[in-house]
């Protein structure tokens, strides 16, 4: 799918308690069952799709499903290894998959694949993203770098970092995760510094937008930030896995505040553990992924 343009409400909230949609009966291989998911995607009919990173396969997991089905990897030879976002492009009715231990990204049919194309090599892949002209961007977490590809290019084009590891501002360290606004800026989810990084098309170097004020539990603080959606008004929500909780922070906040979560690790309705991965629905309903519980959880927008 390409970049979802979410229109949030600034002052929208959501419900506190979650209702699991998918996984949740414990770390395990079985089709109702999830083993340390990593990123999801929602489409258009409200079916999730999870990169079910430690069962080295894709789930999708249509909407009040109590069993899902395994649609990439889990299948003997054409495995995948580790597989850590995914994403879908409308286009070619694909799913395109970050397939990490491999480092390779993989085009694999949505409907009945049985193996995957590789359409980018040697790339220590972690998170992706389309925009809606139909690039793709990778985030390279051993190269310090986010490229962009046009489909069929196999080097792409340098979009952020590519400058080492550090923490200067054109700088990252450990790029895990990926989205593209409507004016294709890019945000980085730049784990080893703590923070989240804006970089507008052709800049040299980026804005933080998010942390950036070393590991921590304050409201200017991040702990080992994951996934990261960006909506019209340039209000970015995290994942923040070692805190437990999903934040907002608003364009040009100094601090942001907890929407999901923050009510100390565990599996209640109304906390996380190690959330990793969100996307919001048509509606605004928020998904969100947790890696240490295995599950998917939905919160209802108020």
């Known amino acids: 799918m390409r970049a979802s343009y979410i229109d949030i409400h600034p002052n929208a909230t959501w419900s506190k308690n979650g209702t699991t949609i998918?996984?949740?009966?414990?770390?395990?291989?079985?089709?109702?069952?999830?083993?340390?998911?990593?990123?999801?995607?929602?489409?258009?009919?409200?079916?999730i799709y999870v990169a079910d990173q430690l069962n080295h396969r894709i789930m999708e997991w249509k909407s009040g499903?109590?069993?899902?089905?395994?649609?990439?990897?889990g299948n003997g030879a054409h495995q995948l290894n580790s597989s850590t976002d995914v994403i879908i492009d409308k286009e070619s009715d694909s799913l395109i998959i970050s397939d990490n231990e491999n480092k390779r990204v993989v085009?694999?049919?949505?409907?009945?694949?049985?193996?995957?194309?590789?359409?980018?090599s040697n790339i220590s892949c972690s998170g992706l993203i389309m925009d809606n002209n139909g690039y793709?961007?990778?985030?390279?977490?051993?190269?310090?770098?986010?490229?962009?590809?046009?489909?069929?290019d196999t080097q792409g084009t340098m979009i952020a970092g590519g400058n080492g590891q550090g923490n200067r501002l054109d700088q990252l360290s450990n790029p895990l995760y990926v989205f593209v606004d409507r004016d294709h800026s890019v945000y980085v989810s730049d784990w080893g510094n703590q923070r989240f990084m804006k970089w507008e098309q052709g800049a040299k170097?980026?804005?933080?937008?998010?942390?950036?004020?070393?590991?921590?539990?304050?409201?200017?603080?991040?702990?080992?930030?994951?996934?990261?959606?960006?909506?019209?008004?340039?209000?970015?929500?995290?994942?923040?896995?070692?805190?437990?909780?999903?934040?907002?922070?608003?364009?040009?906040?100094?601090?942001?505040?907890?929407?999901?979560?923050?009510?100390?690790?565990g599996a209640q309705s109304?906390?996380?553990?190690?959330?990793?991965?969100?996307?919001?629905?048509?509606?605004?309903?928020?998904?969100?992924?947790?890696w240490q519980n295995s599950r998917v959880q939905k919160f209802t927008i108020k």
């Open 22 to 47: 998918a996984g949740g009966n414990g770390r395990g291989s079985g089709t109702n069952q999830l083993s340390n998911p990593l990123g999801l995607h929602v489409d258009d009919n409200l079916t």
């Open 65 to 73: 499903a109590t069993n899902g089905k395994v649609v990439a990897g």
């Open 107 to 120: 085009r694999w049919p949505r409907r009945n694949g049985t193996r995957g194309e590789t359409i980018i």
């Open 136 to 152: 793709l961007y990778v985030a390279d977490n051993g190269k310090q770098e986010v490229r962009r590809y046009k489909i069929g």
């Open 205 to 265: 170097q980026g804005i933080v937008v998010a942390g950036g004020h070393g590991r921590g539990n304050s409201l200017t603080q991040l702990s080992n930030p994951h996934g990261v959606v960006v909506d019209q008004l340039g209000t970015v929500y995290v994942a923040d896995c070692r805190n437990h909780r999903i934040m907002r922070w608003p364009k040009g906040a100094t601090q942001g505040s907890v929407i999901i979560g923050g009510n100390g690790q």
């Open 270 to 290: 109304n906390q996380l553990n190690c959330p990793t991965g969100l996307s919001f629905d048509r509606h605004g309903n928020l998904y969100v992924v947790e």
